[in-house]
């Protein structure tokens, strides 16, 4: 297999993640409202308590939901070499200008 052959496109887009950074937002807000509803009681100790086991429980769900999507979208394009080659020509015959710096 010659790997040459392929390009590696990525056609992941906010959109994609964005009902999960979404859904994520809420669970962290309904564990503040439980820490803020256990504040109050005789020992608040359980209110950090919850709050962190919530995150620590949820993290690991969030990165999954992510990776999976960042893999959906991972797609490999056959390149034509005739297509790349006259790509490159092009590419070649004009030459940018350098950056200068304005003074």
Not at 1 to 17: A, E, H, N, P, S
Not at 34 to 58: D, E, K, Q
Request: proline share 5%.
């Amino acid at each position: 297999m010659d790997l040459r052959k392929y390009r590696v496109v990525c056609t992941l887009t906010f959109g994609d993640i964005y009902g999960q950074i979404i859904v994520w937002l809420v669970v962290l807000f309904i564990s503040l409202a439980a820490a803020l509803g256990l504040m109050g009681a005789s020992r608040p100790i359980y209110a950090l308590a919850t709050v962190g086991l919530i995150l620590v429980l949820s993290l690991p769900f969030l990165l999954f939901a992510f990776v999976t999507t960042l893999l959906n979208h991972i797609e490999f394009a056959l390149v034509d070499p005739a297509l790349e080659a006259k790509t490159r020509t092009r590419s070649a015959v004009s030459p940018q200008k350098p950056a200068q710096a304005a003074g």
